[in-house]
């Protein structure tokens, strides 16, 4: 969240005035000694949709005293396992247990991207550069006056959007 010390107050009207219109908020921290008190009041009781973490022994003991949980459950959570509470249609789930996806496996070059990304959506427009300039008898050797759309003569091929030609 960066640093909200400053914008609390504003945040959490944002959060009051928002919920009643139906507006979502993604709002993620790593402990809640990161934001002030009045904040803190603000999301617990606007939030209706909840994600707990493992979290070390206070912060357990917090968790546990608003979810009905014993702070072990917190405690001993393996990675990537999670408490939630939900609200579907209205009504509350209660808390539940869950497990998130890690993260995907980093990529480190340009080949390995390519590759994925040519395995998902198809394979890599290379561009034809059969077509070599045109030359001619007169003038600086190179014909022009057509262009190649690349914008660097005097093309007369519009730039930006075009009409689609009716089907």
């Not at 209706?48 to 001993?76: S, Y």
């Not at 996806?101 to 890599?124: F, I, N």
């Amino acid at each position: 969240m960066g640093d909200i010390s400053c914008k609390s107050a504003d945040l959490g009207e944002a959060l009051e005035q928002s919920r009643s219109l139906g507006a979502a908020w993604h709002i993620a921290h790593q402990h809640r000694s990161q934001m002030p008190a009045k904040l803190l009041y603000t999301i617990d009781a606007n939030a209706r949709n909840k994600i707990l973490f493992g979290q070390e022994d206070a912060e357990a003991r917090l968790a546990a005293r608003t979810t009905g949980l014993d702070p072990e459950d917190f405690t001993r959570l393996p990675p990537y396992e999670i408490y939630t509470s939900l609200q579907n249609s209205g009504a509350r789930t209660g808390w539940f247990s869950g497990s998130v996806l890690p993260p995907p496996k980093a990529v480190s070059s340009v080949e390995a991207v390519t590759a994925e990304a040519e395995a998902r959506y198809g394979a890599r427009h290379i561009p034809d550069t059969s077509d070599s300039p045109r030359v001619t008898t007169e003038g600086d050797g190179c014909d022009d006056s057509q262009g190649d759309g690349q914008g660097d003569e005097g093309d007369d091929e519009p730039i930006g959007r075009t009409k689609r030609s009716p089907k």
